[in-house]
C-alpha cells in the first residue's frame, strides 16, 4: 500500500465568511471545501466580491499568461510581504518589474549554476560531519533544515557561514511569520496605501530587518569587486539591464537580497522536511533512493553534472513538491472584468491559484492523496505545465527554481546518501498554511549513519559467526 500522509480536514461546505477568515489566519489549507478537490472552478463570495479557486488548466493559462496583465497581486499581500521583501522582483509590478526580471534574470541562469552548487555542497558536507556526530540522537528535523538551508542561502548570497549572523535572521525571519504574517480582516479590505493597526508593527520590524540586511551588505559592498564572482551578491551587484546598462541601486540590490534569502531559505528547509518525513514512513522508497545516492559522487566541482545520475531523487522531490507545495497558493486580484470560460469576474474579483488543491485534485492527478514518487520518473508522461506548478507558472514563474531544484536534490541525496532516517513516534504531521506549508509540531527523528552500519557486519553474518564459534 502506497504512503497516504494525513492531511487536514477539508470542511464539507464552503465556509462562512467568518470560520474561512480564522482558517486563513490558522491553516489556510482548511479553507477550501471538498468540492474544491474534484471541481474545475470554485467560487464563493466574500466581503462583498467573488473568490474563485481555479483548477483548470485552461483557466490558470488564462490568467497567468492569456490575460496576465489584467491580475495582480492582491492588496493582502503586497501589505504582508513588503516589510520583509521591499519592492523587489517579488512585489514589483509593470515597467519596474520588468526592468528587475531583465537585470535579475541573468544572475540565476544555467550557466551559474555549477558555481552556486558549490556552495551548496560545501554546506551540506558540513551539515552532515555536524549531524554525524548525533546520530543515534533525537533531532529536530525543521529545525536541523532550516538552519542547513540557512547556510545555504548564507553561502550562496555572500560566500560566508551563517555562523554569525544566522542566529539574528532566523529570529527575524520567526518573528515576521509568527507575529506579522497571518492576514486580518482589515488587510483584505483596505488598499496597502491605507495603513492598518497591525501594520504598524510590521512597519518597526522592517525598521529592524532593513538595519540587519544593510549591517551585511555594507560588509560587502566594502571589498572590492573580484574578477569572476564568488556568489549571488557578486553577481547582483554586477547586473545591468542588458536593455539600458542600469544597475540596482543601493535600495533595490537590498530588496533583491531580502527576497531572494525569503523566498530561497524557508521554502527548501520545509521541502526537506516534508521529503525526509516521507521517506522516514515510506522505508522502502528511502531506500530505492540510498542505493541511487551511493552510486553518484557529488563533490564541490562536480555537483552541478552529478545531478544527472539522481533520478530518482528528483522524483522524490517533484512528488514532495506535488504534495507539500512551499507556496500553497497563488492569489491575484482582477484589475478590470473578465470572462474565464463561462465564468464572469467581476473587477476587483479574488482570483486563487492553489498548488495544494491542483496538485491534489481528483480529475487531475491519479491517487492524488498518495505519495508515489514512481509518477516523476521519466519512464512516466509528465504533468501538464498547468497541473503541476510548485514554482508558479507565466512570465512571473520563479527565477529561482532551477537553483531551487538543484538546491533541494543535492542536499536529499547527500542525506539519504549518509543517513537513515526514522521516526521517534508516530504522532501524525499534518500540515500547516502560514506563509508556506508548515509542519504542525516540531517532529523528531533519528538518523543512522549508513556508513558505520556498512562497516559492521550484517545481522546475519554476526549469527552464523557466533554459530561457528
Known sequence: ?????????????????????????????????????????????????????????????????????????????????????????????????????????????????????????????????????????????????????????????????????????????????????????????????????????????????????????????????????????????????????????????????????????????VTLFWALIMLAQAPDVQDWLAEEAASVTMEADTAFSAMAGLVRTRAVVNETLRLFPPAFTLVREAIAADRIGDLAVPRRSVVMIAPWVLHRHHTLWQDPDAFLPARFMPDQPAPGRFTFMPFGAGARICVGAQFAMAEAILVLAALVGRFRVTRVDEQPVIPVGIVTTQPDHLAEVFLTDRTAASARPAAGARMTETAER
Open 1 to 269: 500500500m502506497p504512503l497516504r500522509p494525513p492531511v487536514p480536514m477539508a470542511p464539507d461546505v464552503r465556509l462562512s465568511a467568518r470560520d474561512f477568515l480564522r482558517a486563513v489566519r490558522t491553516n489556510a489549507l482548511t479553507m477550501w471545501p471538498k468540492s474544491a478537490y474534484r471541481n474545475p472552478i470554485d467560487v464563493r463570495p466574500f466581503l462583498g466580491r467573488i473568490n474563485v479557486t481555479l483548477n483548470d488548466p485552461e483557466a490558470i493559462h488564462h490568467v497567468l499568461i492569456g490575460n496576465a496583465a489584467n491580475y495582480r497581486r492582491s492588496p493582502a499581500s503586497i501589505r504582508i510581504l513588503r516589510p520583509i521583501a521591499g519592492n523587489g522582483l517579488l512585489l514589483s509590478q509593470g515597467d519596474d518589474w520588468k526592468l528587475q526580471r531583465r537585470t535579475i534574470a541573468p544572475a540565476l541562469a544555467p550557466r551559474v549554476m555549477p558555481m552556486l552548487t558549490r556552495h551548496v555542497v560545501a554546506a551540506a558536507d558540513l551539515a552532515i560531519g555536524r549531524l554525524q556526530a548525533q546520530a543515534g540522537q533525537k533531532i529536530d528535523l525543521l529545525t536541523t533544515m532550516q538552519t542547513l538551508a540557512l547556510d545555504i542561502a548564507g553561502r550562496s548570497m555572500f560566500s560566508l557561514e551563517m555562523e554569525q549572523h544566522g542566529g539574528a535572521m532566523r529570529r527575524l525571519l520567526n518573528e515576521y511569520s509568527i507575529r506579522h504574517s497571518p492576514p486580518h480582516m482589515l488587510d483584505m479590505l483596505l488598499p496597502p496605501s491605507v495603513p492598518t493597526p497591525h501594520d504598524w508593527g510590521r512597519i518597526r520590524f522592517r525598521r529592524r530587518w532593513l538595519a540587519f540586511m544593510d549591517s551585511i551588505i555594507a560588509h560587502r559592498l566594502a571589498e572590492p569587486m573580484p574578477e569572476s564572482p564568488r556568489d549571488l551578491f557578486d553577481l547582483l551587484r554586477a547586473a545591468r539591464d542588458p536593455e539600458t546598462g542600469a544597475g540596482f541601486s543601493a535600495a533595490q540590490l537590498r530588496d533583491q537580497v531580502a527576497t531572494l534569502i525569503l523566498a530561497g531559505h524557508e521554502t527548501t528547509a
